[in-house]
């Protein structure tokens, strides 16, 4: 079964930091851009940022330029979102997801995990 899993969301300060993990499990992510996207209560899903298949392209939303960094590690098959300075504005479901590339239709998506900022 092809899954991907998303962790280390929770409960943070304005400010702080989080690491999310996207661990593929059932395929090797060698062969896939990985993709973040999130999604607050009533808004819709917008892409954080994404990463090629290789590691050597990385995007980024405007709205998380220099606070997030996205990372794979293919030996451990899991794909990272370092997140810094977090705002309560980056409150929302995390989900990662697989494509050919960055850009193009994603197939694979995880179920999630929850990021809440707040004091």
């Known amino acids: 079964q092809l899954q991907l899993v998303e962790s280390g969301g929770g409960l943070v300060q304005p400010g702080g930091s989080l690491r999310l993990s996207c661990a593929a499990s059932?395929?090797?992510?060698?062969?896939?851009?990985i993709g973040w996207f999130r999604q607050a209560p009533g808004k819709e899903r917008e892409g954080v940022s994404c990463?090629?298949?290789?590691?050597?392209?990385?995007n980024y939303a405007d709205s998380v330029k220099g606070r997030f960094t996205i990372s794979r590690d293919n030996a451990k098959n899991t794909v990272y979102l370092q997140m810094n300075s977090l705002k309560p504005e980056d409150t929302a479901d995390y989900y990662c997801?697989?494509?050919?590339?960055?850009?193009?239709?994603?197939?694979?998506w995880g179920q999630g995990t929850q990021v809440t900022v707040s004091s």
């Open positions: 997801a697989s494509s050919w590339d960055c850009g193009y239709e994603y197939d694979y």
């Open positions: 059932g395929f090797t992510l060698d062969y896939y851009a």
């Open positions: 990463i090629s298949r290789s590691g050597g392209s990385t």
